[in-house]
């Protein structure tokens, strides 16, 4: 019989009214496995592709963080697949980052401001590589932390 090794972990999703028109949404460990995958698509430009946003997490008052930045916010770059560099005969990258907490704050100030504040810590990510035989792991991100706001 073989040895099988089962572990699990647990999240929390936590909305917080702070006031009549401020909300703070906080994730802890959160599972965007659920969300519908992106079409396939092969890019060969050195632009990346921009997909539409899918987790509920980042969809709500995203209009906040997004309003009159162009394109420089992307909510879809965080948990996105590490882009550090790994080699050998045989390496399995891991297709996203692991996203250990996030927390955003939305909302309207009194005076009228909208505001809107977005941190979130991703894992460190390895790789697993093999090289005539030997196995061996390589770092492909650090454990980071994001953040954004907008007012």
């Not at 394109?71 to 692991?98: C, H, K, L, M, Q």
């Amino acid at each position: 019989m073989t040895a099988r090794t089962l572990g699990g972990r647990v999240g929390a999703d936590i909305k917080y009214g702070l006031g009549s028109n401020l909300t703070l949404d906080v994730a802890f460990n959160p599972d965007f496995g659920q969300i519908e995958a992106d079409p396939a698509e092969v890019n060969l430009t050195v632009f990346e592709t921009i997909f539409s946003e899918r987790r509920p997490f980042f969809l709500e008052g995203n209009n906040v963080l997004t309003a009159g930045t162009g394109n420089y916010y992307y909510s879809r770059r965080i948990g996105a697949r590490p882009g550090g560099f790994a080699s050998g005969d045989y390496v399995d990258r891991p297709e996203t980052a692991t996203i250990l907490a996030a927390a955003k704050l939305t909302g309207r100030l009194s005076s009228g401001t909208s505001i809107g504040l977005l941190a979130a810590v991703t894992d460190e990510e390895s790789a697993r590589t093999s090289t005539d035989g030997a196995l061996g792991r390589t770092q492909v991100a650090p454990r980071s932390g994001w953040g954004g706001w907008r007012g």
